[in-house]
């Protein structure tokens, strides 16, 4: 999995001209029009290996399993720049780290502009 951890806000987030905020950018090429495919759990492996077992987190699915001990949320975007990456917070010893996983394809119904 190539995760990139976010070492600067400047890479994931771009103010925006429409509202003067701050709004989420692809992170290949920093086009800022996308849309939220889905959100998920991606539960720990760690938990899954001790029989402990984990849940996700509430309002959430669970869908795969992460390598940490804690469980990751993992928002998935599809921009209209025609890339689709992964926003991912993976807690680690009570501090989320941020990073992002860009993907190989774009969800196959989905319409870039709709
Ligand atoms: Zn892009």
């Known amino acids: 999995m190539n995760l990139t ?3 600067d806000i400047e890479g994931i987030f771009m103010s925006s001209d429409l509202m003067g905020e701050p709004a989420l950018v692809c992170p ?3 086009y800022d029009y996308s849309h939220i495919r889905e959100v ?3 539960l720990s492996g760690a938990d899954a290996q001790l029989n402990e077992g984990s849940s996700p ?5 669970a869908a795969g399993v992460t390598h940490s001990r804690r469980q990751c949320l993992v928002i998935t975007f599809d921009g209209e720049c025609e890339h689709a990456w992964e926003l991912r917070i993976q807690q680690h010893k009570g501090v989320n780290y941020i ?3 860009v993907l190989e394809q ?3 119904d989905d319409d870039p502009v709709a």
Do not use: L
């Not at 987190?57 to 699915?61: E, L, M, N, W």
């Open 5 to 7: 951890p976010v070492r």
């Open 57 to 61: 987190y509430p309002g959430t699915v």
């Open 28 to 30: 290949v090429c920093k």
């Open 40 to 42: 998920h759990t991606e």
């Open 99 to 101: 990073s992002t996983r």
């Open 106 to 108: 774009r969800s196959a």
